[in-house]
């Protein structure tokens, strides 16, 4: 039985269902999110975003929520550590900067060059990446009550029909609900790609792993950090209790059994060889390196988004990230198709930009798997890698990967900015371009008060905000269209000046994004 029309349904209220709904919103869709679960997972997950996590989230009006998490985890981490020098009888530690890892090999901040171009125009959230995946959960909860998005708990989804008007979505307990749209953001067993058909290729798995927060005895003998044994890799710390181990033994008989503190204490001393007792577990999960993606992220009305389209290791931390990065490119287009003024194969383009960046994710963390296998021509390669890692080209490479700053798009145009995430400029009225972007919709941005070019943008101003202010910083710009997401679709600077007003590239570039304008 339908109860209520909707024009999207959103299975799983994570941190990608929950972007995305938020993204909807802001596109004028009336979207219902579902969640199996009651309350937000404590389950210790990703610890971290990357760069363009951080970016999207700044240009919809949130970076002071993010500086204050930032700032939360850094004191949690000083408290630490001056605690550990304490007890060394070191004093206070100032907390390093943090430039990840490869496959475990630890990167060296201060070999990073920070002068690479790759780095530059991120705007102040530079430095901003400590934002646990929980935490990030319960900050876009609170951003989608405040967007009016309706989110249902204790809710699953058993079955739809989906026909060229819709889709007809039946819940638990004996719900039913009628939408034009039906998104699976709903994990990697994902019920949505499972009853929808999707093609799911890929390589199976070959480890076991498993990550907690616990408290342990005879944990002495554990050192911090990571390391590879004749067994496997582990990592203890840094936060206390903190135990990840990874067995290259294939994957679990039964990945449907719930993990048991039994289970990690074994894993642990097979790995480790030292004789630990887990006495309290307080969060525990367990993972593999299935590595699969869907070929296509939409079939007619329904469409996968974060790891519904795409599963793999945990190793990077790009999971969460690559979710997010769906959910901004996905939430645009979809509520544009809502409302009637999509152009014509803007959907069928959230696949063709966001599944080359889901591919090298997969293949970024295969590689890592290799590195990782504790026999011998794997631990020869790893001494190889380790050496290059260490120095400033390799952590410069490495960092930019995993940093996500190499992300771009392959649009049409010229333009050396086209297809890439828009430089944060600092405008002469004193804002950034960030500011301009927080009601998700594209821009226009005028640098040189050029009424012909605002002219060109006329029918479209109910989808495209127009601003004429000026750049000081990079004069040789003189326009930059941005679509909602934040990446340039056109632009053009003082090579690059439109002169043709019936058929150029920027009418050209607004038509394609945005459609045909308002007669």
Known sequence: MTDTEYDVVVVGAGPVGLMLGCELALGGARTLIVERLAEVDETIKAGAINSPTAVALYRRGLLPALAEVQEAAMSRFREFMKARGAEAGAGTVPPPRFAGHFAGIMLDATLLDDSDPAFADLGPVDGIGLVPQATLERLLAERARELGVEVRRQVELTGFDADDGGVTVRLTPGQGVRAGWLVGCDGGRSTV???????????????????????????????????????????????????????????????????????????????????????????????????????????????????????????????????????????????????????????????????????????????????????????????????????????????????????????????PMVGRSAPDLELADGTRLADHLHGGRALLLDLTDDPKLRARAEGHGDRVDVRTVAAPGRPELTALLVRPDGYVAWAADTEHIPEDTSDDALKTALERWFGAPAS
């Open 193 to 415: 790609r499972k009853l929808a058909g999707f093609d799911f290729p890929g390589t199976p798995p070959e480890i076991t792993g498993y990550q907690a927060i616990a408290d342990m005895t005879g944990t002495e003998g554990l050192r911090h950090g990571w390391h590879t044994t004749d067994v496997g890799t582990y990592v203890h710390g840094p936060m206390p209790g903190r135990v990840l181990t990874v067995e290259f033994d294939g994957p679990p008989a039964d990945r449907e059994t719930p993990v048991t503190a039994e289970e990690l204490q074994a894993g642990v001393r097979r790995v480790t060889g030292v004789d630990v007792t887990v006495d309290k577990v307080h969060s525990l999960t367990r993972f593999t390196d299935n590595c699969r993606q869907a070929s296509s992220y939409r079939t007619g009305r329904v469409l996968l988004a974060g790891d519904a389209a795409h599963v793999h290791s945990p190793f990077g931390g790009q999971g969460l990230n690559l979710g997010i990065g769906d959910a901004m490119n996905l939430g645009w287009k979809l509520a544009a198709a809502v409302r009637g003024h999509a152009p014509e194969g803007l959907l069928d383009s959230y696949t063709r930009e966001r599944h080359p960046i889901g591919s090298w994710v997969l293949e970024w963390t295969r590689a890592q798997i290799a590195l990782m296998r504790p026999e011998s021509h794997a631990r020869a390669l790893r001494e190889v890698v380790t050496g290059m890692a260490g120095t400033v080209d390799g952590t410069t490479y490495l960092v930019k990967k995993i940093s996500g700053v190499w992300q771009h798009y392959d649009l049409p145009g010229d333009h």
